[in-house]
């Protein structure tokens, strides 16, 4: 079954299965890393939780009689993150809390409901309490940039305005000059000096943009600043947010144009 937000279980979960990395880190950050039964190999953080819990696949390539056998009495997953048929499979089975999150306010709700079904409502309160302090204290570039975050490459693919990428780039004062498209759009390098581009935003992930990528973007787009971008800090969406806001204000110390 799925859990719904009013669904609080009598008895905390003693094992979770975990198909995402920002709630993986999240669940650690709650006091819950001894419940922690399954992880995906990109569930890196902290490192040593892949010492005691089992790797149940990829978010999107499960291996689900690996988490049938290790018998969870929680899975808890990602609506973009995980694919719907292989949710559905373990949610017959399984009690499910599928999250969607887009924005930092969907993020907190999201900590709060956690802690409320794993019966740590304390610590997510905290969390939420850190993270929102230090949102406040982002320092913005002022005028705002125009800017453009890449995800991929072959074919370049940038996040779409209804991404919680696209919401943490208005949290750091930046326009997205792909505010008007969905999800993750595929585009030409030609199109952001069309779309006059400040700023180009190269991501650690999905995937791995290099310095190297950003020698060859400035020389193919001369009137824009390209930089790298640590990925974790933009689309992670749990106890990550914490650290988020002094990495966007650094960030952006180093983004203005020139």
Request: net charge neutral; proline share 7%; hydrophobic share 40%.
């Amino acid at each position: 079954m799925f859990l719904l937000p009013q669904q609080i279980p009598a008895t905390a979960p003693h094992r979770i299965v975990s198909l995402v990395p920002s709630i993986t880190e999240l669940l650690y950050a709650l006091g819950l890393q001894n419940n922690i039964a399954g992880i995906t190999k990109f569930c890196i953080h902290p490192p040593h939780l892949k010492n005691n819990s089992i790797i149940i696949g990829g978010t999107k390539n499960l291996r689900i009689p690996t988490i049938l056998q290790l018998q969870p009495d929680l899975v808890i997953a990602n609506k973009e993150e995980n694919l719907r048929n292989e949710v559905e499979i373990l949610a017959a089975q399984i009690p499910v809390l599928l999250t969607d999150v887009s924005n930092l306010e969907d993020a907190l709700n999201m900590i709060k409901q956690i802690g409320s079904v794993t019966h740590t409502s304390e610590n997510a309160a905290g969390i939420c309490y850190q993270v929102q302090n230090q949102f406040k204290q982002i320092i913005k570039p002022y005028p705002s940039l125009n800017a453009c975050y890449m995800i991929w490459q072959q074919p370049y693919m940038v996040a779409g305005g209804d991404t919680f990428i696209s919401n943490m780039m208005q949290y750091c004062g930046l326009n997205n000059i792909y505010q008007q498209q969905s999800r993750y759009p595929s585009i030409n390098i030609k199109e952001l000096t069309e779309k006059k581009c400040d700023l180009l935003l190269l991501s650690t992930e999905p995937y791995p943009f290099t310095k190297q990528h950003v020698a060859q973007l400035s020389k193919a787009l001369p009137a824009t600043k390209v930089i790298m971008a640590d990925g974790e800090m933009f689309s992670w969406y749990g106890s990550r947010l914490i650290q988020a806001p002094a990495y966007f204000t650094k960030l952006l110390q180093n983004s203005l144009p020139g």
